[in-house]
Each structure stands twice: as structure tokens, then as C-alpha cells.
């Protein structure tokens, strides 16, 4: 079945070092997304790639970074210069203009 | 800047009751998208209907339905016969036309079905 897979579902990581989410699909969908889930807030956009080797800064890109190699894969890099981080982060791709957006199951980050 | 609002945090209803929920968005374009997505406790985000601002018709998909009111820009969606699996957050989401690739969400109404 087609999809978008997050991984991993659950990540912790230390004050000061860098981590990556994963992100990928097979839905052959052109554009991908990167959203931050915050309590009592709706989804904010990170970054987003509408082709290859493409992406531009969504509302809160501050902190993070992106790369968008092949088509399948959209995997975004939390920084240490990110100041709050602990979030849930939903990656989600679309087809065609106009059309809803596809969700994964998400990546629950935790600073310890 | 595209706003939406939801002014609903938390709304419960007996199970197979009809229950509204209250969206209201703010645009300068004529032509744009409007969704809903549910999010379950699995916090899976699952799109539930989609309407298209030029389309006059609301939009429905089985139990679902919106009403779509362009002027007031207003978009609610009203559940009907609801059931315990509808029990989620609902978010209400706009996204404009061609070259505007973001989609805003509001901050979402948390939905109880009582059994």
C-alpha cells in the first residue's frame, strides 16, 4: 500500500546535538511537507519542496533544515539552534494542486 | 497572511446526535481550498472533506457535510449520526491557489462522542 512513512515514531535527544527525521513515500507525489505540532496550537509549516533538489522556508524555519535528494525522501535535521524543539513533527505530501495533503503517523521529539 | 480560527477548544455530544463545528477563515484570493482533517488519538491526520471556494455546492461525504458560506468566510462541518470513532481533534485548514503551497491550520476542536 502506498504511503508516507515517518520514523522513528519515538525520538529523544540531547541539548545541543543535531538530529534527523525521517521522511519518505511512495505515492510519487511531487511536493512534501514538514509540520510542528505544538499542545493547544494547530500545525505549523517547517519547510517545504515541490521538486527535487528544491525547498523553501515555511513560518518557523528557524533552527531546522532540510534536503530534498530524490523524490521519495523528504528528511528534515532538528539543529542545536533550535530553541524549543520537543514537538511532534508530521511529514505529508501532495498529489496535485488543490488536492488534500497526506499524512505520516508522525515523530514525537523529546530534549532531555 | 491567511487566518484561521476556530473558536470551539472542546465540544462533546451524544452518540448518534447531529454536532456542528465552527470554522471562520480570512482571504484576500478568490479561489482557494478548504479542509478538515481528524486526528484521532493515534494522532494520525486523516483529511475528511475537501471544498473548493469556487465550487458553490458544499461538499459531503457520507455522515459529513460542510456549509460553505464565501462572503462570511465561514466554513463549518456538521457530523452527522456521529459515532464513538469520531471522537478526535478536528482541524480546519485553508489552503490558497496556484504558488501558494501552504496550508494553515486552525487550532483545532477537540470532539467527545458520549456513548
Known amino acids: 500500500d502506498g504511503g508516507i512513512t515517518q520514523s522513528p515514531k519515538y525520538l529523544f535527544r540531547k541539548e545541543g546535538q543535531n538530529v534527523t527525521l525521517s521522511c519518505e513515500q511512495n505515492l510519487n507525489h511531487d511536493a512534501m511537507y514538514w509540520y510542528r505540532q505544538d499542545p493547544g496550537q494547530g500545525l505549523r509549516l517547517i519547510y517545504y519542496s515541490q521538486i527535487v533538489n528544491d525547498f523553501q522556508k515555511g513560518d518557523i524555519a528557524e533552527g531546522y533544515s532540510v534536503s530534498r535528494e530524490k523524490k521519495e525522501s523528504f528528511p528534515l535535521t532538528v539543529t542545536s539552534a533550535q530553541k524549543n524543539p520537543t514537538a511532534f513533527y508530521l511529514c505529508?505530501?501532495?498529489?496535485?494542486?488543490?488536492?488534500?495533503?497526506?499524512f505520516g503517523s508522525g515523530t514525537r521529539l523529546t530534549v532531555v | 497572511a491567511q487566518t484561521v480560527t476556530q473558536s470551539q477548544p472542546e465540544m462533546s455530544v451524544q452518540e448518534a446526535e447531529t454536532v456542528t463545528l465552527s470554522c471562520t477563515y480570512d482571504t484576500s484570493e478568490s479561489n482557494y481550498y478548504l479542509f478538515w482533517y481528524k486526528q484521532p488519538p493515534s494522532r494520525q491526520m486523516i483529511l475528511v472533506i475537501r471544498?473548493?471556494?469556487?465550487?458553490?455546492q458544499n461538499a459531503t461525504e457520507n455522515r459529513f457535510s460542510v456549509n460553505f458560506q464565501k462572503a462570511a468566510k465561514s466554513f463549518s462541518l456538521k457530523i452527522s449520526d456521529s459515532q464513538l470513532g469520531d471522537t478526535a481533534m478536528y482541524f480546519c485548514?485553508?489552503?490558497?491557489?496556484?504558488?501558494?503551497?501552504?496550508?494553515?491550520f486552525g487550532t483545532g476542536t477537540r470532539l467527545t462522542i458520549i456513548p
Open positions: 505529508a505530501s501532495r498529489l496535485r494542486e488543490g488536492y488534500g495533503y497526506t
Open positions: 471544498q473548493e471556494a469556487y465550487k458553490q
Open positions: 485548514a485553508f489552503r490558497g491557489n496556484f504558488g501558494n503551497e501552504k496550508l494553515t
